[in-house]
């Protein structure tokens, strides 16, 4: 979508009116501020229905690549996530403090070590992953799994 032809907003004059109908159309064609409001949408519902099992957005990133990379270390968390290492220290101590996982030695690094989901981390995994699953469905519903793909595809070769 193309930028609004009004031009910047140092061009445009106050008239000292009410506004009747907001004008969106010049951030309706910002990818960021389109990002941003699908984030926002999908963000609302997902702390709503991961709060039973008290996990945050990275929380549950984090618990999500230990169940399907078991082993993986908290250095490869944090490249992977971008989050820096004081805050993986933190958020590995409170899942290793709620019983989520377990530090096992790594095989081929003596100063690191692997991340294991605990069984009653697996059993919280198995839910929320199931509860992510129904959100994704819930918020894509007014696309195709044909526009879903393509949004999913487009949206990564943003960041990727």
């Known amino acids: 979508m193309a930028i609004d032809p009004l031009g910047p907003a140092s061009a445009l004059a106050p008239t ?4 009747e109908r907001v004008d969106t159309r010049y951030l309706e064609g910002l990818i960021g501020y389109n990002a941003r409001r699908a984030a926002l949408a999908v963000i609302e519902v997902f ?3 991961m709060a039973p099992y008290g996990l945050r957005p990275v929380d549950f990133s984090i618990l999500s690549l230990i169940t399907h990379n078991p082993g993986i270390t908290a250095r490869q968390l944090c490249a992977t996530l971008g989050v820096l290492p004081p805050n993986m220290v933190g ?4 899942f290793d403090g709620r019983g989520l996982i377990e530090r096992r030695p790594h095989p081929r690094d003596r100063r690191a070590h692997g991340l294991h989901l605990t069984s009653e981390g ?3 995994m198995i839910e929320a992953e199931r509860t992510a699953e129904q ?9 195709t799994l044909a526009q879903q793909q393509t949004l999913m595809d487009l949206l990564q070769k943003i960041y990727l």
């Not at 000292?16 to 506004?19: K, N, S």
């Open 16 to 19: 000292g009116h009410g506004v």
């Open 47 to 49: 702390l709503a229905r």
């Open 91 to 94: 958020m590995v101590n409170r």
């Open 135 to 143: 959100l994704e469905k819930d918020v894509a519903h007014k696309l």
């Open 122 to 124: 697996l059993a919280l």
